[in-house]
């Protein structure tokens, strides 16, 4: 309960992140699947911490101190996530179907980042691209799109 009066009057300066971004804010939803993404394979790389805050940056237009707020607050929101339902809902509301197919596209960047798509991954965009309603025609087709630019850069 103190917590939340604390919360509530803004004194607590973790809680700096919260106001930066709102509790409603829907790059907190993505960026949580993201962080989450990047986790399921018990394996964090470098290239995929890099490749996490390019994606918002560029994605938003953040600054790097609004990148950095970002990712510890959507590492924050995944720990306390019980599921991939509260951040998805929350997209679903707010994002069109372009957006929605966005949030895939971001999230197969993120797969791609260390180079492969562990079956956990895949599962991951899976189950994330169905509950926003993103067919499975279009996440293949968003997934071929990824890799073919992702081995472009890499030449």
Not at 33 to 40: D, F, K, S, W
Not at 80 to 104: C, H, M, N, P
């Amino acid at each position: 309960m103190l917590k939340a009066i604390r919360e509530w009057l803004q004194f607590d300066d973790a809680d700096h992140d919260d106001r930066a971004f709102g509790p409603d804010d829907h790059r907190v939803a993505v960026a949580a699947l993201l962080v989450h993404l990047v986790a399921i394979d018990g394996e964090i790389t470098e290239d995929e911490r890099r490749v996490l805050r390019e994606v918002l940056t560029n994605h938003y237009d953040l600054t790097p101190d609004d990148t950095e707020a970002l990712v510890k607050l959507a590492k924050q929101r995944d720990e306390e996530a019980v599921d991939l339902y509260g951040f998805t809902s929350v997209l679903k509301r707010v994002l069109d179907e372009d957006g929605r197919k966005q949030v895939v596209e971001m999230m197969w960047e993120m797969g791609f980042a260390d180079g492969r798509i562990s079956e956990f991954e895949d599962n991951t965009v899976w189950r994330v691209a169905e509950l926003l309603g993103v067919t499975s025609r279009e996440r293949i087709e968003i997934k071929k799109r990824v890799e073919a630019r992702m081995d472009r850069n890499a030449d």
